[in-house]
Every structure is written in C-alpha cells, then in structure tokens.
C-alpha cells in the first residue's frame, strides 16, 4: 500500500504567520518516505512533518507511506532510484547492508553536534558503523509479556519472576480453556522476539550477540537448552493454534476475546489493544522471567530511524528534518501515549505518564543490567536472520524437529559467515 501527500507554502500560509523564525530559509522540495502504515504511527508522523513544514514555508514537502511489510522490499530499489531525502529504516545491522553499499549518507557531522552529540548519546551506538553515524533515532521502545490482569485475577494468578512460576502460571491458564500467549507468526518476526528473550534469559546477552555474529554454532548445546526451555512452553499448549497463518495484528483479536492471557510484543501493541476495547483496568505489564539466574536480565529495545539516502536531492533540507525530528519537544510530543506510545531518544524530553511506558522506562533504566538487544532480525545479518526466523516458526510448530532445524542453521551459519 502506497499512499502519498504533499505540504506546501500556499497550503500552509495561515499558518506560518504564527510559526516561530527560523535559522535558515529552505526551499525546493524535501520527499519522505515513511513506513509507518498502521493508523497510529502514521498519523503521528504526518503531524509532525506538519509543524517541520509550518517553521520552513519555503519547503514543499512531499511525502510518501509504504505499507511496512512491502517498504521492506522495496527500499534497496528506491534508494537506487527515485531516491527520496528521507527515508525510515531500523537501526544495527538492519542498517548495514546500505551502509555498505554506499546507499545511506554519512551524517557523523549532525552527531558532533552538541544537541545531538549529548542528549541522543545513549542511542549513538546502535547508529555507528565503521566510527560514523548514518542516521538519527525517533523513537525506541520496550518489549515485554503485555497480559490480562482481569483473567489473572480471575484465576489467582501473580505477575511471575522466574520461569518455574511462568511455567506453573501458563499450566493453569490452559487448563482454564485459554492460551497462555497469543502470537501470529505469519511474518516471522514475532518468533524471533520469543527468540530473543529465551535465548538471553537461558545464555545471556553476550552469548545472544556471538550467536547473531555466527560465531557460535547453532548445535551447540547451549542454543540447545534455549530450545528445549521454547519447547516446555509448546508441548504444554502455550500458544494460539495455527499461529503460521497471523500477521502479528491478526493474533490480537485472540487476547482480546480472552482467548489467550498474554502477548509478548512490543509497546506499539497497546494502541490496537485499546482501542479494541481493552481498559487499563484489564491490560498490564511485566518484565519476561528470568530462566537462568546466572545471567543478567537484557531486554529488546528496538530503535526506529531516519536516514538520509546518498543519492538525496536535498540534503540540506534532509539535515534539518532530522535535527527537528530529534529535538526534545518533538520526542516528547511524537512518543506519548496518544501518539506513538514509544519512549524518546533525546535524554531532555519527558515520558508520558502513561502507564505502559513508564513500566518501560523504569524496566530499561533499572532493570536491564545485561544489556539492550535490537531485535534478531536487527541484530543478524539480513540473510541469517531470515532462514533462522523461518527455523523458529517451523519449530513453533513442530517441535520435535528440533535437531533437524538447528542442524539446518548450522549448515546456514558456516556458508554465510565463513565463506
């Protein structure tokens, strides 16, 4: 799905006579492409490229929405041709291929910025290849088990810390009629989030990294023990049945009618929750339980990014959206609970006080010691995180094909990392 708007100094007129001075005139036209599709999302971009636009009246902005899945595809041949000025992208190694390519421009200059430079500092890693920055940050958020206190208060349940009351928790909601878990893996991603957290909650963030840089071979007895503690969850019913054929929006509808109890999935889940008719009052939070206690909790934190292609026509104008976009009144505006519902990148802007987000602030602040994962398909190279996500949607499904998988992964890791 493609969907396209244009703002421009005639349509905006009234409007500027209001808006502040700025530092410099823009002129020409600046193209954005977004892959923000879903409503929320979307509509929280427009609006800020509304404000960008009303403080430049010189600029006529065009820009473009791309349903997420399909910008996936499509954006190595965009950046090649009909190359916009800014493009939405992902941070880590998700970025590194068009790095590599030449295809992202180098913007290490807006990061020595002191603006920048201190208040995103947190974030500057996951922006960094090779000592440059290639982008700026506009939101990040938590991942964590999102449930339905209702049904566990219904059947006197806690919130569990360890994965024996996780594993006693879910044997009583089964028995009750329900999933423990709702999820649609359709896309492969969202079993790569499960992934994640088992894999870090059994070996630790380090070992999750070595794994994701192929080098530690999936047959080891380690990535083993992570798969037998997925398949206790399994073989007990854990999850949705036919969970292969939902896209990860399709699989809400099953916590919703109090067919599952929990979700586990990023923050963004909570608007569509809501707005399906979930209160406060039934949706809570928790941290996923720690397996191993030998091992420091990490979370994933996934970072959403702007980048500036190489081939951009006006990168000037590019530059200074991404100041804007970065800026702490425009984080705290774009991340609150009525818009991305996320948390910001730039340390001077205020969390919102909604609830799911200050559960995620004190979770990455606090009690995150192991570290911060971006996500498999972020943290894998492209074509490692794509047969291994296909190896867990498999396994979620038949599970005791386990060694066959992880021995097909294996085959996987020595021709993509050591040829």
Known sequence: MHSMY???AAALAASVALAAPVAAEL??????FLDTSNPAPRATMEAMIDRFAEQHPGLE??????????YKTQIRNFLTADTPDVATWYAANRMKPYVEAGLFEDVSDLWAEPEIAENLA????AMTIDGKQWGVPYTYYQWGVYYRK???DELGLTEPTTWEEELANCQKIVDSGRACYTIGTKFLWTAGGWFDYLNMRTNGFDFHNQLANGEISWEDDRVKQTFANWKQLIDMGAFVDNHQTYSWQEALPFMVNGE???YLMGNFAVAPLRE???????????????????????????????????????KEAAREFLRFAVS?????QINNGANLGQLPVNAQSSVDEDKFLQQGFEMLSANSPGGVAQFWDRDAPAEMAKVSMEGFQEFMVKPDNADRILSKLERARQRIYEN
Not at 27 to 32: A, H, P, Y
Not at 299 to 306: K, Y
Not at 328 to 332: C, L, V
């Open 122 to 125: 947190s974030t500057k890693g």
């Open 276 to 314: 399906a008719g979930l209160t406060d009052d039934q949706l809570d939070f928790y941290q996923f339980v720690s397996i191993n206690p030998d091992v420091e909790l990490a979370e994933d934190a996934p970072t959403d990014t702007f980048h500036i292609p190489a081939n951009a026509s006006n």
């Open 61 to 70: 902005i065009e820009t473009t929405v791309i349903d997420r899945e399909a």
């Open 260 to 262: 599952a109890a929990a």
């Open 27 to 32: 002129t020409g036209e600046l193209r954005i």
């Open 328 to 332: 702490a009144d425009e984080q705290t």
């Open 6 to 8: 244009k703002r421009t």
């Open 150 to 152: 209702d049904i566990f």
